[in-house]
């Protein structure tokens, strides 16, 4: 029975911050096919393709029949708990500090026995599923879980270092002008964050939504403009150290590619805001989380983007604004890396065309505010690095997936379609 | 074809050090320095050269021949953690049988810095990198704490069984002044002592120490005519990655080649005076008594409440107090057992000697690459005792 | 030496000395450029007014150890500015209608002010009427040609959305009608007008005929504009000199600058 956590008191401002610690990080190139079914939440493992024998640890040829052909498949992540031990004693830092900690021999239907972490509702004997998480050194970690859920599953500790559950945690909404930024303090509202920070840029012109957002429970509008770079050091300064989640949904919007529009000015603003913009916020509060990642129960532990899927693959109606969020799926790569010496994730919600006023004109399906905010929690309740919301954006990723250079034909075709 | 007309001679160990500043090199040096004095030979003598030692990074045994000024017409670097021991005598008797080599030095050594166990859990093998290092970190410890669970399980076995091991050793290694355990270990200090990973408790791990162990392999008639006690080989088997496909651990390769360790030997369990397992843990302990003829599989547990495995007792087992006792020193892990078994069957132990033994039955396990020990081997040597 | 010569020379050195006295102020009319300071804001499908940004480029550290120096952006109408005749389309065929072709001479000139403070209090969309200039007239005197009149409403105490005061119809600030502008522009022959608010015409100007009657008919005769300027219920309503150079931009529409008034000491006091 897992103990559900409370609110947690304040901090101790005489006590020095926690500096996080992580757990090894050293993997094989075949094993980083589980951190890449990780960021999505998926679990995967290596078929052989000529035999079909599932393979465990990742490897670089088939156990059985020493074939090299070994795609990563979708798993079902079923098995019997078969052996059990409480860790008292690590050589590594972080385990060190979290002892104690459960582990245990998962027997997988699949035919593969797997060392994993074990939910504090799992006890040895007991039927069990896998999910395969991030943990805090970014690498993919695998964790038994009660197969049919149990209450308060997400507090349990061991589970909560793989996840970035917006609990009890503060958090920050760049630009509360954004047509999803109601439907994203509503949503961590209900999620339970304890403060919701709302940054609002220009408040010398007004806003309809403004005053729908005051009224969402935990919500502190404060002055926030990406484009201004003493704006955002000024809100730094001001909460810096209590934005445990930062949410970056400011963008900048227009139709248009390059021949179709006569000068760079809609282009720098897009730049602007879309690559700019996060590049100051990133600035301005990537030490701070960064240095939190291990700052107690309401930790620094994420950052999300909100970009469209065609930074993938340029959509050419909106093709500035595409490249504008290729560079900005460039940069939080590098963002990633940057904050993964804390132990905070970086996760990216992709979206297709979204339902408003610069994507009027288009057929559905279109992707609702709603729909996006849902997205970010669900993401951050499982601690995804990439989320793919709506139809377009699914369909968008696998056919990249597929062949990024059909991808590209298929939206040259698109070019005159949604303008 | 056995290992006839080959021995093993001139055992030498350098007393255990919990902490050392010296590198395995110097370790390994001092070793083989000791095997020769005992031999009354020199460096030159040497043409063949097995190491095994975990601590000699950036160097093998490659780096080791000019380190030390050898010039080896055969070469190994066995890394086979605690099967080492036995991998190498069998490799050198049959290069030498061959007439690759007349004196082959088997060589195990590991320094033991603040820092080394640490560094080496956390780049062990590539699967222990990959899939079990980064849960919960525990090392082998954790892994084994997994493994016994299990055979408690399974078997019924209880933390009481796997105490009768550690106790009796500790007995044993009080009779031997280079084990780095000085005190008596009761069964309720065994059950009492502080959880390292259930159900893992502290006497149930070796202490991690420096060291090193070494023996000679030549030809019986070369041997003889120094005027060396000479212990034969009787059979060897290796295997490696056995049973892959059970779910975890509970056997072990041995099982797979015990018909031919015995009929090699010529010789049923019954002739054996006395046994040293590989000991990192009593649950391999337990498994190698099954896995080795000694009882049956699962009932480890009674043959251990049945027997006395004192060196005065009716089963002596891990007679200079094993790994358990007398600590590990790394790679030298998987020399310690064979090498006290040498002295044993040439009657040479001294203070921890069995009475009459004549024949010995050493048993090897090792390296952990993801969730059980790959290496397994065993050896029967035999000797004329004492005089 | 002429005795025309003699005098203007005489006017420079009294003109000196009573600045260093003190007897004639400097009066600064102009807002400080700030990231916050509002922008005029267009219908969205219309390229927009840049904000006015800075970046510092460094601050006596690694970027630059001696030095402290900053990058900053903005649009030529941002802040206290200038309108130049070429920022309208009634003006663009006009000679010399860029900042950087206008006679330098007429950036230093005589300065009405007409104050509108009283009406605007109440009224966010007060109109300057040619009855509120011709009774002005009949205080002060008929407006000389060629001089700037400023439309004082003390709007520049607003600050924020108080300022900007868009509503859902649009933006709410007073402003000139059209008969008022055309008075100013054909019969008193100005040389420039200027507001307090964002724009020389009132917030919801765009829907007189003409459109933005300000704009139109101030640049198409070749007339100027200043807009977001402040501190002018410290200037007397007729006496004052008004300076206001815009930065000599290539074909520039406009610029933002630093406005100053030239006043008699206390003249402002009524």
């Known amino acids: 029975m897992t103990t559900p956590i409370v609110p947690p008191p304040k901090k101790n401002p005489q006590k020095r911050t926690r500096v996080p610690t992580r757990p090894s990080h050293f993997r094989s190139r075949a094993a980083l096919g589980l951190a890449a079914a990780a960021a999505e939440g998926r679990f995967m493992l290596q078929t052989c393709a000529e035999c079909g024998t599932v393979q465990y640890p990742p490897r670089d040829a088939c156990t059985k029949c020493l074939s090299t052909d070994l795609p990563w498949k979708d798993i079902a992540a079923t098995g019997k708990i078969i052996a059990g031990t409480t860790v008292h004693t690590s050589t590594n830092v972080y385990f060190r500090e979290r002892m104690p900690w459960r582990i245990g021999t998962i027997r997988l239907d699949a035919g593969v026995s797997v060392m994993c972490h074990v939910h504090g509702d799992v006890q040895t004997g007991d039927n069990a599923k896998l999910i395969n998480r991030l943990d805090k050194s970014g690498q993919a970690v695998l964790l038994a879980v009660p197969a049919g859920g149990a209450p308060n599953m997400e507090d349990d500790p061991q589970m909560r270092e793989l996840t970035c559950d917006p609990k009890f945690r503060r958090v920050l909404i760049a630009d509360a002008r954004a047509p999803n930024a109601l439907a994203l303090a509503k949503a961590f509202a209900a999620a339970q964050a304890s403060i919701i920070f709302m940054g609002e840029p220009e408040g010398w012109r007004p806003y309809p939504a403004r005053k729908e957002i005051a009224k969402v429970k935990g919500v502190e509008i404060l002055p926030l403009d990406v484009t201004d770079t003493a704006s955002v050091l000024e809100l730094v300064g001001e909460i810096g150290g209590k934005t445990d989640i930062l949410v970056n949904n400011a963008r900048y919007v227009r139709p248009g590619g390059i021949i179709g529009r006569t000068d760079v000015n809609l282009a720098k603003d897009e730049m602007e805001v879309n690559y700019f913009g996060l590049m100051r916020l990133a600035q301005g509060f990537g030490p701070g989380m960064r240095a939190r990642g291990a700052d107690g129960q309401n930790s620094a532990t994420a950052w999300v983007n909100i970009l469209s899927a065609h930074a993938w693959s340029n959509m050419p109606d909106y093709g500035a604004f595409s490249a504008s969020n290729a560079a900005a799926l460039s940069l939080s790569q590098c963002l990633r890396a940057e904050l993964s010496a804390g132990g905070v994730r970086v996760m990216n919600v992709f979206t297709g065309p979204t339902e408003d006023e610069w994507h009027q004109p288009l057929p559905p399906p279109k992707v609702a505010p709603e729909a996006i905010a849902r997205a970010v929690i669900a993401g951050l309740k499982d601690g995804l690095e990439d989320v793919f919301v709506g139809d377009v954006a699914k369909d968008l990723i696998e056919r990249w997936r597929a062949g990024p250079k059909i991808l590209e034909r298929e939206m040259i075709e698109s070019l005159g379609q949604s303008s | 074809m056995g290992y006839a007309g080959v021995v093993a001679v001139a055992p030498a160990s350098v007393p255990y050090q919990r902490f050392s500043i010296e590198t395995a090199h110097w370790w390994i040096a001092r070793a083989l320095r000791e095997t020769l004095q005992r031999a009354g030979l020199a460096p030159g003598d040497v043409d063949g050269f097995s190491v095994s030692s975990f601590t000699l990074f950036p160097d093998t045994a490659v780096g080791l021949t000019q380190h030390l000024g050898l010039t080896p017409r055969w070469l190994d670097h066995i890394p086979m953690g605690g099967a080492s021991g036995v991998a190498a005598l069998r490799r050198a008797a049959r290069a030498v049988q061959c007439g690759d080599a007349n004196v082959v030095a088997c060589v195990s050594g590991d320094t033991n810095h603040v820092d080394s166990f640490r560094r080496m859990l956390s780049s062990f093998s590539r699967f222990a990198q990959d899939a079990s290092y980064p849960y919960g970190s525990g090392g082998p410890n954790a892994s084994f704490a997994l493994l016994t669970d299990y055979y408690m399980r399974a078997f019924g076995a209880t933390r009481e069984d796997f105490g009768r091991i550690c106790v009796a050793q500790r007995a044993n290694a009080l009779c031997n002044p280079h084990a780095v355990m000085k005190s008596p270990l009761t069964l309720d200090q065994y059950m009492n002592a502080r959880v390292i990973s259930d159900p893992i408790h502290l006497f149930d791990c070796v202490m991690p120490v420096a060291g090193a162990e070494a023996f000679l392999v030549m030809r019986e008639e070369d041997a003889r005519a120094a005027g060396l006690k000479c212990a034969k080989i009787l059979s060897t088997i290796e295997r490696h990655n056995a049973f892959p496909d059970d779910p975890i651990q509970m056997r072990g390769g041995w099982e797979m080649d015990l018909d031919e360790l015995y009929s090699m030997a010529g010789c049923t369990a019954d002739d054996i005076d006395l046994l040293q397992t590989y000991d990192d843990y009593p649950v391999i302990v337990m498994m190698q008594m099954e896995d080795l003829g000694f009882c049956k599989k699962g009932e480890g547990k009674e043959f251990v409440r049945a027997r006395n495995l004192t060196i005065g007792g009716d089963f002596p087992h891990n007679v200079s107090g094993g790994q358990l006792s007398a600590g590990q020193a790394g790679a030298a892990g998987g020399f310690i057992g064979l090498v006290e078994a040498i002295r044993q069957v040439t009657g040479d132990a001294g203070p921890t000697q069995v009475a009459n033994a004549r024949q010995a039955l050493v048993s090897g396990f090792g390296m952990i690459n993801y969730d059980r020990g790959v290496c397994t081997s065993a050896a029967i040597i035999a000797g004329d005792g004492q005089p | ?270």
């Open chain 3, 1 to 270: 030496m002429s005795a025309v010569e003699n005098d203007a020379a005489a006017a420079l050195g009294q003109f000196a000395l009573a600045l260093a006295g003190g007897d004639i102020e400097v009066v600064d009319l102009t807002h400080t450029l700030d990231p916050d300071f509002p922008v005029i804001i267009l219908p969205p499908e219309f390229g927009q007014c840049a904000r006015f940004r800075i970046e510092e480029i460094s601050a006596y550290d690694h970027r630059g150890p001696g030095w402290k120096w900053n990058n900053f952006t903005c649009c030529e109408h941002t802040g206290t500015h200038f309108d130049a005749p070429v920022h309208w389309v009634s003006g663009r065929d006009l000679p010399n209608n860029s900042v950087d072709t206008i006679p330098p001479e007429k950036f230093i000139g005589p300065v009405c002010v007409i104050d509108c403070s009283e009406g605007s209090k109440s009224n966010d969309d007060f109109e300057l009427t040619p009855d509120i200039i011709e009774a002005w007239e009949a205080e002060h005197g008929l407006i000389p040609a060629d001089s700037w009149v400023l439309m004082r409403t003390d709007w520049s105490k607003r600050s924020g959305a108080a300022y900007l005061n868009m509503r859902e119809d649009g933006q709410h600030s007073p402003g000139p009608t059209p008969a008022a502008v055309r008075m100013l522009v054909n019969d008193r022959h100005v040389r420039g007008f200027g507001t307090e608010t964002i724009g020389t015409d009132s917030g919801q100007a765009e829907h007189y005929t003409p459109p933005l009657p300000a704009h139109y008919y101030l640049h198409g005769a070749g007339r100027y504009g200043l807009q977001c300027l402040k501190n002018l219920d410290l200037l007397p309503p007729t006496g004052a000199m008004l300076i206001c150079a815009p930065l000599k931009i290539k074909q520039g529409t406009g610029s933002p600058l630093r406005v100053l008034a030239l006043v008699q000491k206390d003249a402002s006091i009524v």
